[in-house]
């Protein structure tokens, strides 16, 4: 396992959100060609979110990702209409 999903992200964000947004940007494109992959999400992900499934991941609120508070969330809806982690995928 490689060092950054061995790590969980700090509270904050910084470098571990960012790579977590990253992440957000390649699982939510659906009309990139399909690779069989393997990736541990829950590393990025509140503990409520960890076991989910991909599709019920992507529809989350974006809270659901580590170091994103409901404020972050309701600043991101008002800036940019980012409600869902599939959202915030699409426009990075």
């Known amino acids: 396992m490689s060092e950054w999903t061995s790590r969980r992200p700090s509270p ?4 571990e959100m ?3 947004m990253l ?7 659906p009309w990139r060609p ?5 990736a541990n999400l829950g590393a990025f ?7 989910k499934s991909l599709a ?8 659901a ?3 994103v508070s409901e404020g972050d969330a309701d600043l991101l809806k008002q800036a ?10 699409r426009k990075t």
Do not use: C, M, Y
């Open 34 to 38: 399909t690779v069989p992959v393997e």
């Open 56 to 63: 019920e991941i992507l529809k989350a609120p974006v809270s």
């Open 65 to 67: 990702l580590q170091g």
């Open 80 to 89: 940019f209409n980012i409600k869902t982690v599939g959202d915030l995928g």
């Open 45 to 51: 992900l509140d503990k409520d979110w960890e076991n």
């Open 12 to 15: 904050r964000g910084g470098p």
């Open 18 to 20: 960012l790579h977590a």
């Open 23 to 29: 992440w957000a940007s390649v699982i939510a494109h």
